[in-house]
């Protein structure tokens, strides 16, 4: 394994449980790290769509007191590869899927956000065996019947939407409550040098996407962590989530938004900590 901050790639694993996912010949090696005490039940974190694993630095710290931390880059994120296209949640899933196996991972906490809560609600449904518990954090059902997603859809295809103005990513990247400033920076930053073709892949994906189907087949105790001042998944998303999922708690942040992981990281850590440890 890796130690904190030394990036590494998965190596693919050829066994039974790979190959049976869908999709697993076309996933790729996703950039990854892993911090923590060996030992220690393991966290398995899926960033939202347009962001990578430093979305969650802001949680971590805490987290690795009492779990071994394991937080990748979902492709074209981050430090992982960005191929022409495979950006559905489900064959997400299948990428994240050969680090479970690269790393012989068992008894995972499954933790996804946004477009990575869709991934690890994929992943859960088919991967049983190793995801026991399951945590998504404003995760839309079907982002496409969503008015404010639709509207950057539409608007990551207009010849003039890049390269990104300072105006749009301040306002892709704020937050209802205050955040470092050097957390904030890397989040900028990482919005600016994002390929055009990721942003438009993934709202491709986003606008046809519905996971309500694979819900279903969700067994796991599922935490739905839910920022109250999202200004981009309305309540009907969260209440079919909560709906559709059998064995599903709902916990509402009054102070959160969209990222409650950054917003109010200590209230996260806690009910991570709850329901996890």
Not at 57 to 65: F, G, M, Y
Not at 113 to 138: E, I, K, Q, Y
Not at 213 to 222: C, D, E, G, R, S
């Amino acid at each position: 394994m890796q130690d904190h901050d030394t990036p590494a790639t998965a190596r693919p694993h050829a066994g039974e449980s790979a190959a049976r996912h869908p999709r697993s010949e076309t996933a790729v090696d996703l950039a990854y790290e892993v911090s923590g005490a060996p030992g220690k039940p393991v966290l398995l974190l899926v960033h939202g769509g347009t962001a990578s694993r430093r979305a969650w630095d802001l949680v971590t710290p805490a987290l690795r007191a009492a779990f071994r931390v394991v937080a990748v880059d979902l492709r074209g994120h981050g430090q992982s590869p960005a191929p022409a296209d495979g950006y559905s949640a489900l064959q997400l899933s299948a990428d994240v899927s050969r680090i479970v196996d690269a790393l012989a991972l068992t008894e995972v906490t499954l933790v996804g956000h946004s477009l990575g809560g869709m991934t690890a609600a994929c992943l859960a449904a088919h991967r049983s065996d190793v995801v026991r518990r399951l945590v998504l954090v404003n995760t839309p059902v079907a982002p496409g019947a969503v008015e404010a997603l639709a509207s950057v859809m539409q608007r990551v295809h207009r010849p003039d939407f890049f390269p990104l103005t300072p105006a749009f990513i301040e306002e892709w990247a704020s937050h209802p409550r205050p955040v470092p400033a050097s957390f904030l920076a890397d989040q900028r930053a990482h919005l600016a040098a994002l390929p055009q073709a990721v942003w438009q892949q993934t709202f491709d994906e986003l606008a046809k996407a519905d996971i309500g189907a694979v819900l279903a087949h969700i067994a796991q105790p599922t935490l739905i962590l839910w920022g109250a001042r999202d200004r981009l998944l309305d309540t009907a998303q969260r209440d079919r989530l909560h709906a559709a999922i059998a064995n599903a708690r709902l916990v509402v942040i009054d102070d959160a938004g969209h990222n409650p992981s950054s917003a109010t990281p200590e209230r996260v850590v806690a009910e991570i900590r709850s329901f996890a440890g």
